[in-house]
């Protein structure tokens, strides 16, 4: 089962910019499809950003055109750059995989890193 660990987020003010990364362990970080959700507090888990294991990228229309995912597999890590946030934006964020994007969330999750937008 694959290991994860989210980093990276912080409090930023509105139209700021972070970059949340997540380190998977394991050898076969590479086939795996990786995602990022978030929970806002009183709100249910959503995806925000998938990847396929070839570099197929989605993302959420609420953030599409601030925030992009990519994945390095030499680093076995997948990046979240959040641009021009907002205080909507601010939750908790969490990296998951699974064997495709029609998978996705799979068992396995990171602990999450918070990300606050405020001014």
């Known amino acids: 089962q694959v290991q994860l660990v989210e980093s990276g987020g912080g409090l930023v003010q509105p139209g700021g910019s972070l970059r949340l990364s997540c380190a998977a362990s394991?050898?076969?970080?590479?086939?795996?499809?990786m995602g990022w959700y978030r929970q806002a507090p009183g709100k249910q888990r959503e995806l925000v950003a998938s990847i396929t294991s070839d570099g197929s990228a989605n993302v959420a229309d609420s953030v599409k055109g601030r925030f992009r995912i990519s994945r390095d597999n030499t680093k076995n890590t997948v990046y979240l750059q959040m641009n021009s946030l907002k205080p909507e934006d601010t939750a908790v964020y969490y990296c998951?995989?699974?064997?495709?994007?029609?998978?996705?969330?799979?068992?396995?999750w990171g602990q999450g890193t918070q990300v606050t937008v405020s001014s």
């Open positions: 998951n995989s699974a064997r495709s994007r029609y998978s996705l969330p799979g068992n396995s």
């Open positions: 394991g050898s076969a970080f590479n086939f795996y499809a």
